[in-house]
């Protein structure tokens, strides 16, 4: 049967790997005025929040409290105002958004200049607010702009891109920060100079962007964000694998905001090391992640492959019950704060890193293809409103994170304790969401037997319709032919199976979870027969991938064989 032509954006060639991405204008510009943001906040907010610990005294804000302060005041617009910005990510062209933001955020960092230069605490408060809107209109542009711009073998190599320049530009941003404001008598002003110097860079980038066409010009906004949150909620849900992509992302979030927000106090109280210590920390971490955003792509096969959802699942508790167990085996310290070369040199540090390290590579594997399986099967007419509610969920499981982990140090828990008790708990969340979404868990196994047992050299790949019903008619080779087919299917796709395969102990299972639809002769059972084909017909209704194996048996030189009835 014929198939019809595959979905494509941007260039009509096969780039060699994600890296030559960055020399397109599709993807070259958003890449840079991305980077360029992210730093910016974060050069903004660290230099902040060291200079009112630090370096200058104010009655009215505690340097406790500092840092808790102006992460509450930045998160904020994410939960007020991501609805209504999903909404404008829908209705206009999202290179002219792009623009707006990037101008917004030169006129935020010409006010928060002002502010520093004269050390007004109040003026960089409402920098920090204002900072978060910045962020909270960029969020859905951004996640919503790439899959206009490049097509799905793309995706996940654009996603990966996306997420290790940003955990780069946070790496940076703070660095520059720290760095900037630690100059005697003139770091306030070094930073003011900093931040607009990055806020012009994302604005000249900006202006490289191409046109990409609002999704849905004719959408009325609703101005009330109650009611707006709510229903983007409510339309993020009616695709229940989109909405749980969406809580797994959000339960990353929650994963590194703990780690994040301890890593000063970890680096203190149970490294016994220094400011220098803790930065390392941050570098380990941003890099761990950077380098499991960038295997994506090849580990996928440059397809969305949300098998590596459950590998870097598994990757986050074993690494994080190591971690808890590494600090447990740590000799005890008596002294002053170890710096860098102490640190690295002392016994067991070495194991702390790498658990550290590779946490946070796992934490790529896993939130990148989530990423991907949202843009690819949200409805392109609301795909920003979907990544508006994304955003929403991120903002409560982050202040969520921040209120847990307080209240169980409060409660006595140890730093190491409550990131051993993390790994648990994500060996728990990762098991509901699986079981909730099978296709994560069997798109696994199939990740593993094509990487394993089975050498897989795949031709024609595209001749697989990115959206819309389709019929794939397949010869028999293996009892497990379905597993491989899964393995190598960008979509989900429903088999019509052999009744007596269907019931075979162990993979059985496995066909269940797919769902796999079993039939039988119909001389033999036909109300198994009638099922069958009710079934079949109701997934071609609906849009979706349905597989037969029409030779009626295993074939046994490889090719085709007759079909039969």
Known sequence: MSTPAPQTHGSGHEDPNQFALLRQRRFAPFFWTQFSGAANDNLFKFAFTVMVTYQINVAWLQPAMAGLVIGALFILPFLLFSATSGQLADKYDKKVLIRFVKRLEMAIMALAAWGFFSHNVPVLLGCTFLMG??????GPVKFAYLPQVLNERELTGGNGMVEMGTFVAILVGNILGGLLISMPEVGAQYVAWGCLALACAGLVAAWQLPPTPASDPQLAINWNPVTETWRNLKLAHQGIAVFRSLLGISWMWFVGAVFLGNFPSFAKEVLHGDEQVATLLLVVFSVGIAIGSLLCEMLSRRMVEIGLVPLGALGMTVFAIDLYLACSALPAHAGAALGLAAFVQAPGHARVLVDLGLLALSAGLYSVPMYALIQLRAQPTHRARIIAANNILNALFMVAASVIAGLLLKSGFSIPELFGLLGLANALVGLYIFLLVPEYLLRFVAFVLSHTVYRLKLQG???IPTEGAALLICNHVSFIDAMLLMAVSPRPVRFVMDHRIFATPVLGWMFRLAKAIPIA???????TYER????????????????????GGITRDGQLQPFKG
Request: glycine content about 2%; charged content about 25%.
């Open 133 to 138: 809107l910045h962020s909270t209109l960029f």
């Open 461 to 463: 790949t595209d001749r």
């Open 521 to 527: 002769p119909q001389k033999e059972d036909p109300a």
């Open 532 to 551: 069958a084909f009710a079934a079949a017909s109701q997934v071609l209704r609906e849009g979706d991938l349905l597989a037969i194996f029409p030779e």
